[in-house]
């Protein structure tokens, strides 16, 4: 409904119709419809204001929850940067490690196999040595060999010269067995040693294998994926 007429707004209607040429040319009915038809437009313009304002409301509602939630999003999306910041820092502390850890494994790696190299070095100095006690040895034999066919030779010339021949070929044995000996024994004691290295070479190439799978695992952990995209 519209507020009533002021007193200012009555005496200047009051001025305005106070004389008779003044009177509006309109009858009673007519005063009356208008009068209707203005009450009725006023009650209108009332109720689309009552929407305006409880549409202004809504939108004011709307707007007031959209803003809290886009401060609880925003929020909600700097703690997930913080901790995914915070998680790829982790992981590059993590990666940094495995590679320094990588590289010690790698050098451990290289002086085991170094080790296992001078091993089959002196295995193999150990076999050509054996090779050449034994070569030493044919030729003790062989040299033992014409040695005696020197002294059955000398036997049959001469008995005399068998008796003095066989004893400087027993005493020459003698000394070609004791050298025998000590080759046999040197053969012996390299033999025993190629066993020892045998069994060292094994066990070093099994920890080299060890340490091999270690830095394959350690390799392939650091290069898996990381949460939010991490490197």
């Not at 007031?64 to 590059?92: C, F, V, Y």
Request: charged share 30%; glycine share 4%; hydrophobic share 45%.
């Amino acid at each position: 409904m519209l507020p009533p007429p002021s007193s200012a707004a009555l005496l200047e209607l009051h001025s305005v119709f106070s004389s008779p040429a003044s009177v509006p040319r309109y009858s009673e009915r007519e005063l009356a419809r208008a009068r209707e038809e203005a009450d009725r437009r006023c009650a209108a313009a009332e109720v689309e204001l009552a929407g305006i304002r409880g549409t202004l409301r809504d939108w004011e509602a709307f707007v007031n929850t959209a803003l809290a939630t886009k401060e609880q999003d925003d929020l909600r999306a700097r703690r997930n940067a913080a901790d995914l910041e915070a998680a790829l820092a982790a992981a590059r502390v993590e990666r940094d490690a495995a590679r320094r850890e990588n590289v010690v494994l790698k050098d451990r790696c290289a002086a085991l196999l170094a080790d296992v190299e001078a091993a089959a070095q002196r295995e193999a100095n150990a076999s050509a040595s054996i090779a050449g006690l034994q070569e030493q040895l044919a030729d003790t034999q062989h040299r033992f060999d014409a040695l005696r066919a020197q002294a059955e030779d000398a036997i049959d010339r001469a008995q005399r010269e068998a008796a003095r021949a066989r004893a400087a070929a027993d005493a020459d044995a003698a000394a070609h067995r004791a050298k025998l000996a000590r080759a046999e024994l040197a053969a012996a004691a390299a033999a025993k040693d190629l066993a020892a290295r045998g069994h060292e070479n094994a066990e070093l190439a099994r920890i080299c294998d060890e340490l091999l799978r270690q830095v394959e695992g350690r390799a392939a952990t650091a290069a898996g994926p990381a949460p939010g995209g991490r490197v």
